[in-house]
């Protein structure tokens, strides 16, 4: 557990930073409050339709791309861990398994998969 | 230190699942209440000298499952109680049962494991000891996993790239 | 750290339809962006008919490759750490997956053209899902048995949606994932179950160590049946089938009542012979019950159909019934029975699928039972397929599917009398009732093909080259089998189902 010491102390210095920032704008900043700065919009218009709008389906390829290659590293994780002790035998057993994502990659790219419009 | 550590992180993943199903009106909290379990999850793993797990867990479950959920959420655009889960009371039978039941499920299990634990080696478990496994006893799966998650991109594609021209 | 022992020439076939699937979406891409070739436009059509030979090429190599290891010893992947096993059993079944993959692949460049939805993602899916098939019924591991299945699956629910104008297309691509990987879920969690119990996902070793007294070890065994029975669609987890096969593009259907459950029926076979020999009497109650409801059930249902995919959905419903018949009985020549029933079950309906494809055009898909009026006068070919496919299904001497299910009930009498059960020689009298009952609705496809008049509408066109070579081959082969079945029957009883465990067993 001890070599976690310094991770801890660096979490807590960094999460200390954001709270001492943000308790030192509320005090420090200067406040003016009145109905309209409550607005969701401060040109006097109620809103007319919830922000709550549907995403478009061209998000659906990013957020499966993304899932696809994160799982790619989950598997290579490992791999580089002990790429030393497996030595070329590693580098072969890989090479399918990278080709196959690599194959993925450039078809997603060919077919204009990775491009908005 | 290890036991106030251990003490955190489970209530913060209790808490998390807690707040989880307290705030399914607006299921995008709900998805970010997830990922406070997941990540207390991990650090559990991590204590337990499963840092593999661990990781996985963050990069897996609070990382891509997450992702998962808050896009279904918003391309579905389900806010404020159009689930009609809430309606249907049959429904909330059979889950609360279901739930009931793996609970007792588990609680078997756990009451079945013997002390002491096993004897196993410190490398038991550790990435190192997973990425010898993977690469040598499991290296058929392995490598049709990547068949797999082409195979996956391109259904994918097929389903949702919009025809140009 | 040593490498292990590998023996990648075990895996030769499942190598080359994996660089297939690799190279066909870089094959897709490059006919995408060929204008000219040797100074000829490139046309999508033209495009469509390259990829689909050349997946019938790839597939037509794995499958000399299949046969060439079926004579051989068993072998394995992983000396060290054996997954999968390539004997007699895996050899057959990959055949049969082969063939009728194959022959999907070679009837899908018209098929899809005229659907117009010819895209290349088509082929590379189609090559990953045979890959999942020959995995599924080779493996001998429960993890490897999950990546296949899964991908198998993953590929086909895309192919089930390939229709994405069609709404009901996308209905069937969406039920079929949801209800597919609600299976998937329940398989691994009885997975982990088997695992945590025995602490081995090997199935031989599941077998050596099966307790049948410990709860978690049954529930998981449970779990793990469930998982499979819907993916062969047996009574109770059918409801599926029906929506999907309708919705789904013809061919996809083809390949999912035929190469799909082949491939379930493999690993259910792998599972009860390594792993759940100890449970045999416990489950046997439980699938009999199955078996007798399945086979009912898709019968009667399949009578009120009024369209032929939804028809055919049920028949294979039904035939589901009849191989679990042939799995019950457990003998050697039981399981012989099972391989040759699933070689003829594939031939005939992958005909009958393939007449129902030749027919369907975009906005004219003439799926209904109604549509095929006439069909004898005006295209007397597809009328003599379809009527072969018919009896064939039906069971009437002469044919593949007569000879499939004489060798099954003949399994089951034989083993009723070796051990005197009464409750294996009903299932045969069940099995021959139903038979009986399925003719009503198979027979009703050829009379309205020849009796009835033909709606009025526009002439139908010829079909394409390919269509009309896979289902002479379709009908043919319906015809060979049923007239010489004793050949291949003969090879099926040799294939020493046993002998798996000698070399598997070697190391743990």
Known sequence: MSEYAGLGLFMALGAGTILLLLVLTSVLGPRLRFAEKDEPFECGESPLVSPYRRFP????????????????????????VVFRDLGWYGLLVAAPFLSMLSIALAYEWMKGALEWD | MESILFWVFSIAAIGGALGMVGTLRNTVYSALWLVVSMLALACLFIMLNAQFVGLIQIMVYAGAIVVLFLFVVMLLNLTGGVMGAEEQPLLKFVGVALAVAVSL???????????????????????????????????????????LLLAAIVAALAMAKRERG | MTAPDLDLGAVAPLCVVAVGAALMPLLDVLLGRTKTFLSRPVTAAWAGTVMSLATTGVLSIALVMCFDAAGAAPRTFNRDHPMILMDGMTSFLNIVILIGSLLTALASGKFLADLAINRGEYYALLLAAVLGMMLLVASTNLMMLFVGLELMSIPIYAMAGFRRDSLRSNESALKYFLVGSFASGILLYGTALIYGATGTLSLLEIGARFDVDDPVLLIGSGLLLVGLAFKIATVPFHQWAPDVYEGAPTLVSGLMATTVKVAAFGALLRVFQMAFGPIDDL???????????????????AIIQQNTKRMLAYSSVAHTGYLLVGILVGTQVGISAVLFYLLAYTFMTLGAFGVVAVLAHAGRERERIADLAGLANSRIFLAAVMTICMVSLAGIPGTAGFMGKFYIFRAVVEQAIATESSSLLWLAVIGVLNSAISLVYYLRVPMVMFMREPEPGPEPDRSGTFEGLVLAVCAAAVILLGIWPEDLNLILTRVDVLHWASVASASP
């Open chain 2, 105 to 147: 499920q588990l609680g078997s299990i756990l009451l079945r494991i013997e002390l002491p634990w096993p004897e196993v080696s410190p490398e038991y478990g550790t990435t190192a000891e997973i990425g010898r496994a993977l690469y040598t006893d499991y290296l058929l799966p392995f490598e049709v996993a990547g068949v």
């Open chain 3, 283 to 301: 489950l046997y109650p439980a699938l009999w019950v199955m078996a007798v409801l399945t086979m009912t059930v898709g019968n009667v249902m």
């Open chain 1, 57 to 80: 389906v061209k998000f659906y390829m990013v957020a499966i791309s993304f899932i696809i290659f994160d799982l790619e590293v989950v598997f290579l994780y490992p791999w580089a």
